[in-house]
Structure formats: C-alpha cells, structure tokens
C-alpha cells in the first residue's frame, strides 16, 4: 500500500521469524528508519523459511548466526551472544499477540527474547500457532519463502542487505519525513545512505581483521548456474586487480546437480533480485540461458585446460557472459568450441588435458573444501582464514584485506 490519498500513510508488510538472527536485525534497522520516512509497518511473525527450502539446516543455522553479528557490527546493533531458549521463544511470541502491532513493540519482543530477559513465561497456546500458519500461507500465498522480508509496493526486500533498495523506493514515492544527522548525513536518491549502499560503507563500523594472512591469493568458489555467482565473480576480478592479488577459480556443481531440490518460488526471487543488484553494480545482466546439465559440464570440461594456460578469469568471465548477457546455449558445445578460439586456446588440446584432469574430480574436490569452510553455497570468498559467504560480503571482506595490506 502505497497510501498517497488525503495524508493515508504508505504501508509496509514485514514478515519475521522470532528464532531468526536476520529477522533480530532487521527489526532494529527498521525501527531506526521508520523515524525518518513517512511508512508504517505492519509486522507479521512467522515460523520461519518454507519447508525444503534451506539445503544445508544446521550448517545455514551456523552461518546465520555468524553473519548476523557481521551486520550487528557494522551498523552498531544489539550483537547475539546467546540464542535463545525454547521457552523465551514460547513467552515471546505469546507476548506479541497481547502487544500493538507495531515495529518498536516488535523490537522489544526480539530484545527481550534473544537476550533471555523474560522473567516471566507463556506456554505454546494454539491461537498462536495458528497466527503464525496463517502469516505462513500469506507469506506463501504472496510469492515468498523466507523470514527477515519485507513486501512493499510489489517488490520483496530480504534482510539488511536489501534496505538500499527499499530506502530507494521509499525516496522515489517522496516518503521521506525530517532525516536525523547520525543515520543520513549525506541522502541522496542515487546512493541511500541510511542503509546497505554505497555511501553507508563509509559509515561502518572499521573492524578488527580477524585475518592473519598476508599477500594471500583471493579464492572465489562459484557456480556458473548461479546469477549470485556471476556478480560476486566480476567484483571479485576488480578487487584482485585493485589490490594486485592472485584469483584463484574453484568452480563447484550447482545445487540442482548435486541432488538438492529449489523449490521455484526461490529460483524465481533469486534471478530478480540478482537483477536488482545487478543494476546497482552497474554489471550487464540482460537475461539467463540455463546451463544445467549439459551446460555446466561442457563448461568445466575446458576450464582446466584454460586455468592451466593463465586464461582461467577470461574464459570463466565469458562463460558468465553468455549465460547472463550474451544468451549463448552453453549446452551446445560448439558455442563452447567458440569461447576457447576467441581467446586463443585449442579445443584438441583441451579434450587430451581432460582426460588427466576431469572436471567431476576437481569439482568434488572444491565441495569438498568449500564444506570445511561450514559452507555449502556459492559464491563463496576467501583469503587467507577469512571467509565470506555472498557477493553481498565483498566490502568486508575488501575492509579486511585493506587493513592486512597497509599492516603488512
């Protein structure tokens, strides 16, 4: 509800999950931009992502927890040291439905839950598992399967990391109220600042590298059928160049070829948001010709060949390229064949190569490596021990290797 009738305040729906680390932070970066732009926020609590919808439950949980502090630190939020207990979670979410609908209600919900201050409990009551059902199928019923969500104006925004693109919305219907010093000193429409953005990397926290790796290559594990991979690879080539390091490509099998099941309503969401991000990268995105199967396959068999020849970046890049950009049938292995004379690299010598270095090994190897990282997805960033999980972590992750440069 965009609400531009006679003073009718636009209307936000937020979909969280009380036992979520990205829902707690999102709900704290909500309360503070609710105070400067004219939207309110209607808050529905729900159980958490669709069933089947996570690949990896206990190793995402993990992640997630992780990567909630990471945001926590970088804009000065309340930091998880804790999760909560079973019966906080219970007190919570009773607590909730005897409260106003409201976002600051709602973040004192999460406060109290997540740091164990009820002293006070409530037992599982069947109304509210049934709110949060009903929450569930309209999440659903809306086209989505995550927590930590916001739907505004047709558009889905999941998690901190999207609020450059919500705050962005919210300035083009003219929703801004009086902004505050500490949380937009420099707005603009093109670059948010109140939020993920730009401009709001200026206004992180500077962290402590956890890193004590020097000089170390930069190691990018991706997919070609990933669009997430596609975006983080091109900012990982101009991160390496920018600070002289080695890339070193570890290419993975995409999670459909690996027995994982995606449900669609996540494909779908993906594809647009990597869409999205792709223009507030200003990376060329024009569309996606699926490389799964046979794609894929044709793809690595040469990729060996390519890497062992130094042209490893410039033959996975045009292979992304044809996907993302250019429209070109990977699965045809002419149009393979093409990729490899266009830059110079012999189709005969890369079939005897192969056969030495087959792709299904390396690749299992690189899964491999990528679980000792207690990760499963793609992409994936490492240098030295530091590691980061989605194109969305290159800034840090650049932070962090800036620091060990100039200390070094």
Known sequence: MIGRFLGKKAQAEVYLSLNDPH??????????????YRIGFKVLFIWGALPGVTISPKLYRQWAIKDANVIAERYQLIKITEEPSLIMLTTGQQTWQLQLNSIENAKDIFIKTWGNLYTEHFQTSTPTISHQVKNQMRLQAKGHYAPANIFFAGDWFVGVDRLYHFEKLLLKFSLT??????????????????????????????????????????????????????????????????????????????????????????????????????????????????????????????????????????????????????????ANPVNVENIMKNLALNIDDANVYQQEHDWQQWADINQIELSKLSLWGVPCFTYGVCSYWGQDRIPLLEKEIKLLISSS
């Not at 829902?23 to 400067?36: E, H």
């Open 23 to 36: 829902s707690f932070m999102l709900v704290q970066m909500l309360s503070r931009l609710a105070k400067q």
């Open 177 to 330: 109220d009086s902004l505050t010093v500490e949380l937009a000193p420099t707005l603009q429409v093109e670059k948010p600042s109140v939020l993920p953005g730009v401009s709001a990397l200026d206004n992180a926290i500077e962290t402590t590298p956890t890193c004590i790796a020097k000089r170390e290559p930069l190691v990018v594990y991706l997919s070609l059928r990933s669009p997430y991979s596609y975006l983080g690879f091109v900012q990982a080539i101009s991160l390496a160049e920018r600070h002289q390091l080695e890339l070193v490509i570890k290419p993975v099998l995409p999670l459909l070829m690996r027995g994982a099941s995606i449900p669609v309503i996540k494909q779908k969401y993906i594809y647009l948001d990597a869409l999205r991000e792709a223009k507030r990268l200003n990376i060329e995105f024009n569309g996606f010709s699926d490389p799964l199967g046979n794609g894929v396959m044709n793809a690595y068999r040469c990729f060996a060949w390519a890497q062992q020849q130094g042209k490893g970046t410039e033959y996975m890049l045009a292979c992304f390229r044809a996907i993302y950009v250019e429209g070109i049938e990977l």
